[in-house]
């Protein structure tokens, strides 16, 4: 048996305009999912306990899921992992896949499954461990998950730490502090998928118009980068603020991710701005030593669930 596994992410900034090109600034939570991988009849057979969800793939199942034909709606992903990595006539195995990453929300756990999965099945054929490769097998996968991902959350699960990406080629970036953010979980489910779809659409209505928008979306990332490189929390905070408004723009936002944003502002945050997909899901607060309780307190509302968790330097492993 191999097993494997990978972590969530939670993007700082640059969701959405990362779609289309702009740069976006993501790091791995301590938060992860594990993939266990072992021989077993023709086809693959994947148990996925935190889904609740048993999935059979016969070989004609994942010859369909080649071809971009949904087999086992919502989760095809994961058979696509295994696709990635071997042919659909070689395929005999069975996985088990456990997490600690919420699902659906935001924190980049398809993504981290679809690497851990691929990580198990290379070491399992004695392929070379290579952070980048899985990364690139795991993106192929994606692509069914959510039709035109950007490619930052393979990323970050494949290589953790603190992410700078943009078109596909990412920088990983060194901060000698950390990054004190509260990540809240609204729990109301939402599909990327989706999301992605929404935004594309607004864009062919509206025009050059939502392009101005995206691109002053990337111009904030890279201000986010700077002022967080310098340990300006003020300046971060207050552009946390304004990338908010614009995702808010693009119309990603949620009622309960809006009164999240604004109780934590109010409870003196140094900014707030969703998190992920948007439409549900996640938001992220930058506090400081001296907010951070205040903000956590604030955030707790009925079925929402914080995280106070910090950005883990640890990508894909082996164990
Ligand atoms: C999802 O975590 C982030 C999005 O920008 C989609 C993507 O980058 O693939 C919304």
Redesign the pocket.
């Known amino acids: 048996m191999t097993i494997a596994s990978a972590p969530g992410?939670v993007?700082i900034s640059?969701?959405?305009?990362?779609?289309y090109g702009q740069p976006?600034l993501a790091g791995a939570l301590n938060l992860r999912c594990t993939a266990q991988l072992q021989n077993a009849d023709k086809g693959l057979v994947i148990h996925a306990k935190d889904l609740n969800a048993d999935l059979i793939y016969s070989p004609d199942d994942l010859q369909a899921v080649t071809q971009q034909q949904p087999v086992h709606q919502g989760f095809d992903n994961l058979a696509g992992a295994v696709l990635s990595v071997q042919d659909p006539n070689d395929i005999a195995y069975s996985v088990s896949i456990s997490s600690e990453i919420p699902i659906g929300a935001?924190l980049?756990s398809s993504?981290a499954t679809s690497v851990a999965i691929v990580a198990a099945l290379r070491a399992h054929l004695d392929q070379p461990f290579d952070k980048q490769d899985i990364s690139d097998l795991a993106f192929r996968a994606?692509k069914i998950a959510?039709g035109?991902?950007?490619?930052?959350?393979n990323t970050v699960a494949s290589l953790g730490g603190l992410v700078h990406f943009q078109a596909g080629e990412s920088r990983s970036i060194s901060l000698d502090h950390e990054i004190p953010l509260i990540i809240a979980n609204s729990n109301i489910p939402r599909n990327?998928k989706e999301?992605?779809m929404r935004?594309r659409q607004r864009k062919n209505t509206i025009g050059p118009f939502m392009d101005d928008l995206l691109q002053h979306m990337g111009d904030l990332t890279q201000m986010i980068e700077s002022s967080l490189l310098d340990s300006d929390l003020e300046r971060a905070g207050q552009l946390f603020d304004i990338n908010h408004g614009l995702l808010d723009a693009i119309g990603?936002n949620h009622p309960k991710l809006a009164q999240l944003v604004t109780m934590a502002r109010e409870a003196g945050a140094k900014g707030a701005k969703l998190t992920?997909?948007?439409g549900g899901g996640c938001m992220i607060a930058l506090v400081d030593e001296s907010s951070k309780d205040i903000v956590r307190a604030a955030m707790n509302l009925p079925g929402v669930d914080i995280y106070q968790t910090s950005i883990s330097g640890r990508g894909v492993e082996l164990r």
């Open positions: 992410k993007i640059g969701e959405h305009s990362v779609v976006a935001g980049g993504a994606e959510h035109t991902p950007s490619g930052i959350d990327t999301l992605v935004v990603v992920g997909a948007g």
